[in-house]
């Protein structure tokens, strides 16, 4: 049975995939030393599930959520402008629905991991808070599928994520 055909009822299939892969293609570049890996793209609810990896050290971007984001560090470290916590490797982190925050990853830090389980669209805010750009899980989609064509998986290598 093909992985993108429903199971009895209209179930669609469970998704496993390793998290961290070997093959580098597999990280969809979202600016200059940022990727994103794909692990869940919620075609239904409009949420996404992955990976985010930085290389560099600075401020990512200003945004908000307009529905609860969670994340988990699993490697280096990044911190909100507008908080006094750092974010560890092993930390869990819980984002208000709403909440204007910068992302920073500190200079000290050559590699940051984090997985992020976001419910709603990313919306991309000046320092006045209006919005300059968004992200939702259909830009989402369309970046995995320009990237995958462009390095040789095929556009539908991204059909494998989407429910």
Same mark, same amino acid.
């Not at 070997?22 to 030393?33: K, S, T, Y």
């Not at 991309?124 to 300059?132: A, F, K, L, R, S």
């Given at each position: 049975? &093909?992985? %993108?055909?429903? &199971?009895?009822? $209209? ?6 995939? +390793? ?16 990727? %994103?890996?794909? /692990?869940? /793209?919620? =075609?239904? =609810? ?10 560099? &050290? $600075?401020? /990512?971007?200003? *945004?908000? *959520?307009?529905? /609860?984001?969670? #994340? ?7 911190f909100y402008h507008e908080h006094d916590w750092v974010a560890n490797a092993g930390d869990f982190?819980?984002?208000?629905? #709403? ?14 991991? +984090? %997985? %992020?389980?976001? &419910? $709603? ?6 320092? *006045? $808070? ?8 259909? =830009? ?9 064509? =462009? ?5 539908d290598h991204v059909r494998r994520f989407m429910r």
């Amino acid at each position: 049975m &093909s992985a %993108f055909i429903a &199971s009895a009822g $209209g179930i669609q299939p469970e998704i496993v995939a +390793t998290a961290i892969p070997e093959d580098e293609r597999e990280w969809v570049p979202q600016a200059p030393d940022v990727w %994103f890996r794909p /692990l869940f /793209l919620n =075609t239904v =609810t409009g949420g996404w599930c992955n990976l985010l990896r930085v290389r560099k &050290s $600075g401020v /990512l971007s200003r *945004h908000r *959520h307009p529905m /609860l984001v969670v #994340g988990y560090v699993i490697r280096g470290k990044w911190f909100y402008h507008e908080h006094d916590w750092v974010a560890n490797a092993g930390d869990f982190v819980y984002e208000p629905p #709403g909440e204007i925050h910068t992302l920073e990853v500190p200079a000290d830090c050559e590699e940051m991991i +984090t %997985f %992020f389980n976001i &419910s $709603g669209a990313m919306i991309y805010v000046d320092e *006045h $808070g209006v919005q300059t750009g968004y992200e939702d899980v259909f =830009t989402k989609i369309d970046m995995c599928r320009r990237h995958y064509e =462009t390095v040789g998986l095929g556009a539908d290598h991204v059909r494998r994520f989407m429910r």
